[in-house]
Structures are given as C-alpha cells and as structure tokens.
C-alpha cells in the first residue's frame, strides 16, 4: 500500500506541474517556485570579524534570525552567503530552509505546509468556537490589516476573549475585575508555529471548560485574550506557496515602493510607540520601522487593544510598574528556544528587571527557554517592539517567546507540521497556563506550581 501511495502521489506532482505550464491555462495553480539549487536559501551560523557587528549586518539588510540562542543565526542565499564571507564573515551551513514534504501534503482551502492554517482557517476557527461557546468567547474586530485600510481586500485583527462571560467581562475597558492574561502571536508571518500555538491554545481553554478543573477555575477567574494572527495580510503571502511558504515577515505596506516581493512592507515588531528607532532599516530590511511610530493600522489595532484593556500603572521609562499592576502578555516569535524580558531596545536594566527574570524563570521551567533581556549579548536590539510597548508604557509584564530551535526538521521558520504536536504544543502549553496564573499578581508572589498536566 505504502510503496502504491507514493508513486500515485509522484504522478499527481507530474499532473499538477505539467498543468501548470500548460499555454493558456484558464486556472492558474497556486504560486509555487521551486527553489533552484544554485539560489536556495539556507541557514548558517556566522562569526563575525573584528569591528563588524551584528546590527551593522542587519542594517544592512541581512536576515538575521531575532532570537537570542547561543548563536545567531543569518537566512541567506548563496550570493549573499558568498558577500558575507567576502566581508570576513566565517558562516557554517546549519539547516535547510525548507523540511521533506510531500508536495501538496496538508494543503487545503484552510491549511497549507502539512497542515498550518492560513487566514481563513483562523477566520472560520474564531468565528466557530465564538458560536459554538457563546457563555466563554467573545470576537472582537479590533482594526484592519494594511491592505482593507486601503480597500485592497485584506482583513480585519481578530481577537479573542476568554472566560466565564458574566457581567463587565472582556469589555474593551480597563476596569474588568479578572486579571488578563494575552497571547499574541505570527505579528512575523513567516513565523509558522506561532499561530497554530494561539490556534491550540483557544482549543484547549474551551474544550477543557467546566471537564479540567484547572482549567475551568483560570477561566472563570481570569479573560483570556488571543490575537491569534497580528499580521493576516503577511500570512497570505506566506500560504501562497503551500509547499515552500514565501519568507514574509513583514505586513505589506508596499507605499515605499521599490523592493523584492516578499522584502516589501513594515516590521510591525519594530513599529510601536515606544522606542521607535528611525534608523532601524531601510524599506527593503526585515526590520524597517516604517516612517514614523505606530504608522501601520495592525500597530494601531494591537497597541489600541492593550491600551483599551489595561490600566497605566507605569511612569517614565525608568520608572518601575505600581505595586499590584496586573496583567501578563507574551508575543509569539520564532526561532530560537529563548524568553526574551524587556527591554529588548537597550541594555539598559528595565526598572523592574529581577521581578520579569522572575517571572520569565518560572515559565522557563515548563518550556525550557532560558531567559534573557536585552541585546542578550549579540548585539541584536528590538526597539519599537509590541512587549516592550506594554511593559514601557503600561507596566505590564511581556514577553518574547522564541519558539523552535534553529536546525533539525523542527528547526527554522517553516517547521516540519509534526513539530507541532511533537513539541512546540507540549513544551508551551503549561508556560501558558502558568502565564495566565500568574497575571492576578505578576510582581507578586508567584504561584509555585503548575497544576494543570
Ligand atoms: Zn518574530
């Protein structure tokens, strides 16, 4: 059966690629470039010469991977694998870009490399868990992605809020009684794994309601809320290749003009309100910073929402949080295995460095990410981030998952499907569980255990 299967599937692939060079085809098949050897993307790990540093190359356009892990990782093809070595760079092939798939495995109208939901898949998975638990969720349209601000098509920012709907929760206000815990995730489209982590996670709480009573207490005791995907129009270009996603990281935001299909757009990790560095990228970098603060309409959704839900409860910048601040977010990034504390802009200690290193420890203990807060001694700095944001301006707790290691199948941005359930899913989701715990009292005394399995 096994050996009849993959030769059925081989002559499918033949099907599909000579229709798709067929003149005239009426029914163009979904983008999907085949990346020739000589052009191919790959990972390296680089050292890099005395007076070059690690920024230097990012401003200078070089995809640099924003984790912190032990060692920094640069996406490049082999040109620009060859210019860096020109410049004394030492690089070391790490990984391929992309893992061993089965041509089409896992594409549907929903999914797309092995089985990740693309936008209408969260579409429909938002809207059906809202209608199937309308006592648990409340859908919010919190703003629009670029291109529906331009009336391109393009999307609406869904989030989600989660808990025991009784009166004054999950309202768009500040004065809710529960503490809230936030998981925001793929604001990078080419991020994979992060918004299939939001996808479970939203599965979990309302599937486990009122059978798991952890879980059902942290339900009816905190709101949960979930922007499961921050940047839908990147994640369309993303799915438009199924079988080898495109490298989207960015939204859209093509005003600039002038750049590679998928270098177009606005860093929208890189474009808050908050230490927002003008000479962060130029347009074509994967970490432009767009003309000004807050200048894209998914900044303006996101900082909308986690301005309308929490109260302020910190000064300047260094300024420490209030006494019993509540609230814990955490952004989903990838890769790297790191929680990344504020601030992310500066080595500078944020105020309340040791109670966020307190708490990132005790996530750390179910996800096994070491923490680290600022550069994390490779000279990679995130001003204008989401969770330096809210930590900066509103004293809440917020962190920086980088999910995934940086080589293996489950290595990279484009993750093999099964990584999901093999492990980003089970190493997360008691840190989430824990996150959401821990929100009633954040600076505090934190909770001891996790009780949920
Ligand atoms: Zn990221």
């Known amino acids: 059966m096994r050996r009849i299967a993959t030769s059925l ?46 920024a230097q190359l990012v401003r200078d356009g070089y995809d640099i991977s924003h984790g912190h892990g032990t060692r920094p990782i640069v996406v490049a093809t082999p040109a620009e694998a060859k210019s860096l070595r020109d410049r004394g760079v030492l690089l070391a092939k790490s990984g391929s870009v992309y893992k061993p798939l089965v041509r089409g495995a896992g594409t549907t ?13 969260h579409e429909q998975h938002n809207a059906a868990v809202a209608s199937a638990h309308p006592d648990l969720v409340k859908l919010y349209d919190i703003g629009d992605s670029w291109k529906k601000a331009k009336g391109q098509g393009g999307h609406d920012i869904q989030a989600l809020c989660i808990t025991k709907l009784a009166t004054g929760d999950c309202a768009l206000n500040s004065t809710g009684k529960k503490p809230k ?37 942290l339900v009816d005791s905190r709101e949960l809320w979930v922007v499961p995907m921050a940047n839908p129009d990147g ?104 929680i990344l504390a504020p601030y992310g802009y500066t080595n ?30 490779i000279g990679y700095f995130a001003p204008g981030a989401t969770d330096d944001w809210l930590y900066g301006t509103r004293g809440v707790p917020s962190y920086t998952f980088e999910v995934g290691p ?12 099964s990584c999901m359930d093999s492990t980003f899913w089970p190493k997360n989701k ?18 001891a255990s996790n009780p949920v399995s």
């Open 348 to 377: 500078t200690d944020a105020p309340d460095k040791a109670a966020l290193v307190a708490l990132g420890k005790k996530m750390s203990g179910f996800n096994g990410y070491p923490v680290s807060t600022g550069d994390g001694g």
């Open 235 to 338: 994640v369309d270009v993303v799915a438009s290749s199924p079988s080898q996603p495109v490298m989207q990281r960015k939204n859209v935001d093509s005003t600039t003009g002038g750049c590679p299909a998928d270098d177009a757009g606005v860093d929208l990790n890189r474009n808050s309100g908050f230490q927002w560095d003008v000479h962060e990228g130029g347009p074509c970098e994967e970490t432009y910073p767009g003309t000004k603060a807050v200048s894209e309409p998914e900044t303006i959704a996101i900082q909308g929402l986690l301005d309308k839900i929490f109260r302020d409860t910190k000064g300047d910048v260094d300024q420490p949080a209030a006494v019993g601040t509540t609230g814990v977010f955490l952004t989903l990034h990838s890769f790297g295995n790191d």
């Open 9 to 54: 599937a081989g002559l499918a692939v033949v099907a599909v690629a000579v229709a798709g060079f067929a003149p005239g085809s009426a029914a163009a098949p979904a983008r999907e470039p085949v990346a020739r050897a000589d052009s191919a993307p790959a990972y390296y790990t680089l050292k890099l010469p005395t007076g070059l540093t690690m």
């Open 406 to 417: 940086d080589s293996g199948s489950c290595g990279g941005f484009f993750p093999a499907y």
């Open 181 to 217: 815990f936030v998981l925001h995730a793929q604001i990078h489209a080419r991020e994979l794994s992060t918004g299939e982590l939001a996808y479970r996670w939203i599965d979990l709480l309302v599937t486990s309601y009122g059978k798991d009573p952890a879980i059902t207490s």
């Open 109 to 121: 109208s929903t999914t797309y490399y092995g089985g990740y939901h693309n936008v209408l898949g």
């Open 430 to 447: 008691a840190a989430f569980l824990y996150a959401a715990r821990a929100a009633a009292s954040p600076y505090g005394t934190l909770p």
